[in-house]
């Protein structure tokens, strides 16, 4: 299983960013994908997950409302796109997935991993 994160970058507070991920080597179904950021010296932090099967979304607190994933069900792609962009929302963003699908929400339960894409927010 491959996962690749893209369109990370720099930009100004206030502003949008829509990042990629792009899975590969596996056949979804019941699957659980999710991003996490992680700034140095900080464990990883979910922002927002959805389930392959239903499309059922979770969002972490400190985007609820500025964020929304989507998964694309006939290029195994799932996006994420933040809105109102604030400076505390600049880290490495990364992408990674539950085979089981279970819903859990920590790190720990994800097995594959991205290699992430930095997200810079100036103020």
């Known amino acids: 299983v491959q996962v690749v994160e893209s369109g990370g970058g720099s930009v100004q507070a206030g502003d949008s960013l829509r990042l990629s991920c792009v899975v590969s080597?596996?056949?979804?179904?019941?699957?659980?994908v999710a991003w996490f950021r992680q700034t140095p010296g900080a464990e990883r932090e979910l922002v927002a997950g959805?389930?392959?099967?239903?499309?059922?979304?979770y969002y972490g607190v400190p985007v609820r409302g500025r964020a929304t994933i989507s998964r694309d069900k006939g290029k195994t792609t799932i996006a994420l796109v933040m809105e109102s962009l604030k400076p505390e929302d600049t880290a490495t963003y990364f992408c990674?997935?539950?085979?089981?699908?279970?819903?859990?929400?920590?790190?720990?339960?994800?097995?594959?991993w991205g290699q992430g894409t930095r997200v810079t927010v100036h103020a």
């Open positions: 990674a997935v539950d085979t089981f699908g279970a819903l859990r929400w920590s790190a720990e339960a994800f097995g594959y």
């Open positions: 959805i389930s392959w099967d239903t499309g059922f979304s």
């Open positions: 080597g596996r056949t979804f179904k019941y699957d659980t």
